[in-house]
């Protein structure tokens, strides 16, 4: 079997375009998250590259989050806990006292359109059809965030067809089940502001009672924008501690 060529832009090194290929495949869901990649040994007949430079190919896409090192199993492409950083800073104590898994519950799923923030963080033309769905999560019952997400229409209208009551708690594996898309990373910012009174009535708060804001732009394994999402949630439940040293 031959080789498979690299891409011709010759002035990249050779380990960058041994990586473009590599993330290429991921992107294209040939490798999937949570799958292991082919062994250095595969990757060196595969291109007929040196060990060493399928070796600096992976330790790049390692430190980039997208390939995961597991001691004496191999190599995986990564699939990330997002979650981890939108709970980490918040108290998801159940009546009992026990930390929990909040609960999900999609308000409304329908197709808009893009208004400036939107277009801006999806990369998309002002006015372009998006999903937007609605969301809380809670805690017994009790609600702890409201969420707003736009994804563009083109790569997620599959998820016009699903009731609202089948969506799950967890929505990344969900878009890559129904819609082929596969979230790789993401970029958050969070911001304080005064709860509204539609707000103060989602989450049983007083209105004009500090909240906490994380925005969020989910991006693709090729980088390409595929979700925008505003995550609110009363202040009164932010905590946030660093250990410094």
Request: charge should be negative.
């Amino acid at each position: 079997m031959g080789t498979t060529a690299l891409g011709q832009d010759e002035r990249l090194p050779l380990y960058q375009r041994l990586r473009d290929e590599m993330l290429g495949k991921i992107a294209a869901g040939e490798w999937l998250p949570g799958e292991a990649i082919p062994t250095e040994a595969e990757l060196t007949r595969q291109y007929g590259v040196a060990v060493g430079t399928v070796r600096k190919a992976v330790e790049t896409l390692v430190a980039e989050g997208l390939l995961l090192r597991a001691q004496g199993r191999g190599t995986f492409v990564r699939r990330p806990n997002f979650d981890g950083s939108l709970f980490r800073f918040f108290r998801q104590v159940s009546a009992s006292g026990q930390s929990q898994v909040p609960q999900s519950r999609i308000l409304e799923c329908r197709q808009v359109s893009a208004d400036a923030a939107v277009s801006q963080a999806l990369k998309l033309d002002e006015g372009e059809p998006c999903i937007f769905l609605q969301r809380l999560r809670l805690i017994d019952g009790r609600p702890l965030f409201h969420e707003r997400i736009w994804l563009p229409a083109e790569r997620f209208g599959a998820l016009l067809e699903i009731a609202p009551a089948d969506f799950p708690p967890l929505l990344y594996p969900f878009y890559e089940q129904h819609c082929g898309q596969r979230i790789a990373s993401a970029q958050e910012t969070l911001t304080v502001s005064a709860i509204d009174a539609e707000l103060a009535a989602l989450l049983d708060v007083t209105e004009a009672s500090p909240s906490v804001i994380i925005e969020r732009t989910a991006l693709g394994y090729d980088r390409t924008p595929l979700e925008y999402r505003l995550s609110r949630a009363a202040a009164q439940n932010f905590r946030y501690q660093v250990e410094i040293s």
